[in-house]
């Protein structure tokens, strides 16, 4: 769900422009760690959290637009530093992970009704 | 009590490995993106010959150490056909496949236990 927030964040701002450089809107990644059960060595059981977030090392594009209000003197503004078919590619991922982590909760989850209901 | 528990045969055993191995499954699937997460699972047959043949191990002693990963512990790590680039080695396709059958085989399980369940009862019943 996080990923899947910071890929609609990045893809908001991907048409966005900025006078200098040094504030053009860079993606935003995040980082994803297991976080490990008690004694996960013996049962394997472990979660996922976000670590972090992380903005890319990227150059934003400088494009020459001097009808742009935000232009420079030259007549170039900087667009934001997005990879638009990145995000989507990254936002297929990520809501099919969903998709998946959602259906073993579902399965999971009728099976511990039925084995609630056992014997009945 | 432990008639009963005989009655019930293996498939108590089963039924508690099948769960434990969805949760090691689940664990896998929702690790899918995580860099240099390895994919791990239960040695299923080793793990059910041990309760079928002298019991599960125990610890008699509080030195006597539980938690360390070893070869012929309950939970192995998988061999992946293609490990991705990040050292992530869930290959989502095989998870859901295996998920799939732990499921099912869970199901079944727990039908054993559901009909001999029923047949103690009407035994006792009478009817």
């Known amino acids: 769900m996080m990923r899947l927030n910071t890929v609609a964040s990045n893809l908001a701002n991907a048409r966005s422009t900025y006078t200098n450089p040094e504030d053009a809107y860079r993606s935003i990644k995040p980082v994803f760690a297991t976080v490990y059960a008690d004694r996960a060595a013996q049962t394997g059981i472990a979660s996922v959290n976000v670590e972090s977030f992380v903005r890319v090392e990227r150059e934003p594009v400088a494009e020459y637009r001097p009808d742009d209000p935000k232009a420079n003197d030259q007549g170039y503004v900087y667009a934001a530093a997005v990879d638009t078919d990145e995000e989507m590619v990254e936002m297929l991922d990520a809501s099919r992970n969903y998709q998946n982590n959602i259906e073993v909760v579902t399965t999971l989850k009728a099976l511990m009704m039925r084995t609630i209901n056992l014997g009945r | ?127």
Request: charged share 20%; net charge neutral.
């Open chain 2, 1 to 127: 009590m432990s008639k009963i528990a005989d009655h019930l045969g293996i498939h108590q055993h089963a039924l508690n490995l099948r769960s434990q191995r969805n949760e090691v499954l689940a664990s896998n699937i929702a690790n899918a993106s995580t860099p240099n997460f390895k994919a791990r699972d239960v040695n299923f047959v080793q793990e059910l010959q041990k309760h079928a043949n002298h019991g599960p191990m125990r610890t008699t002693s509080s030195q006597h150490m539980t938690d360390l990963p070893s070869m012929s512990g309950p939970v192995q790590y998988r061999m992946p056909t293609a490990e991705s680039l990040d050292g992530n080695t869930v290959e989502l396709h095989v998870e859901q496949m295996q998920f799939a059958e732990n499921v099912m085989k869970y199901e079944a399980s727990l039908n054993f236990l559901n009909r001999k369940i029923t047949g103690l009862m009407s035994a006792i019943k009478g009817e």
